[in-house]
Nanobody
Framework: QVQLVESGGGLVQPGGSLRLSCAASGFAFSRYAMVWYRQAPGKERELVAGISSAGGSRTYADSVKGRFTISRDNAKNTVYLQMNSLKPEDTAVYYC???????WGQGTLVTVSS
């Protein structure tokens, strides 16, 4: 079955960086677009970034454009989210998923605080 395991979250100071990873299994990873979502406390889940199956097309929410970069390694069945210039409002649980499938991992918590 489809499994998604996010990692790389933690506590970081404002202006800092983190790189999240999402290891996927149970499907032909290289054939599918992947996305990252986040959910902040008390807020609805928000689409953060997306990447096409081969990695040639990437999209971002306005709130993270210019600061976050999504990438993938199809040989490793892994999608990444490089987050730079982090702000307190980036604090959330971050999830990856296959764009077309409603299967979610456990998420990884990112806390941006001094």
């Amino acid at each position: 079955q489809v499994q998604l395991v996010e990692s790389g979250g933690g506590l970081v100071q404002p202006g800092g960086s983190l790189r999240l990873s999402c290891a996927a299994s149970g499907f032909a990873f290289s054939r599918y677009a992947m996305v990252w979502y986040r959910q902040a406390p008390g807020k609805e889940r928000e689409l953060v970034a997306g990447i096409s199956s081969a990695g040639g097309s990437r999209t971002y929410a306005d709130s993270v454009k210019g600061r976050f970069t999504i990438s993938r390694d199809n040989a490793k069945n892994t999608v990444y989210l490089q987050m730079n210039s982090l702000k307190p409002e980036d604090t959330a649980v971050y999830y990856c998923k296959r764009r077309d499938l409603e299967v979610w991992g456990q998420g990884t918590l990112v806390t941006v605080s001094s």
